[in-house]
């Protein structure tokens, strides 16, 4: 079992930068491929970013390449998502989750989910 708690979230101006953390509880973090979504009003939930569990593998969405950055301290269980330059298209609930696979973009191969943290970004 993984447990993930995701803070960071909040209101800021378009332009601005916020950084997301999420923390796993378990021992086999490293073990687990990481990602983030997010999901907006009315929409559904979508990709993000992900990260795998070795070898640094990194895969984005094309709406935050060069924006966005996925990243990973193993000794701390914690997955990080540094997102500069926010649109207000990036309002969402981010969550972040983890997988058995070494690294994965679709929802259903991920096994764990935090609840989420809301992002706002005013125009």
């Known amino acids: 079992q993984v447990q993930l708690v995701e803070s960071g979230g909040g209101l800021v101006q378009a332009g601005g930068s916020l950084r997301l953390s999420c923390v796993a509880s378990g021992r086999t973090f490293n073990r687990y491929g990481m990602g983030w979504f997010r999901q907006a009003p009315g929409k559904e939930r979508e990709f993000v970013a992900a990260r795998s569990w070795i070898g640094g593998s990194e895969i984005y969405t094309d709406s935050v390449k060069g924006r966005f950055t996925i990243s990973r301290d193993n000794a701390k269980n914690t997955l990080y998502l540094q997102m500069n330059s926010l649109k207000p298209e990036d309002t969402a609930v981010y969550y972040c989750?983890?997988?058995?696979?070494?690294?994965?973009?679709?929802?259903?191969?991920?096994?764990?989910w935090g609840p989420g943290t809301q992002v706002t970004v005013s125009s």
């Open positions: 989750a983890a997988c058995r696979e070494a690294i994965a973009i679709n929802e259903y191969e991920y096994d764990y």
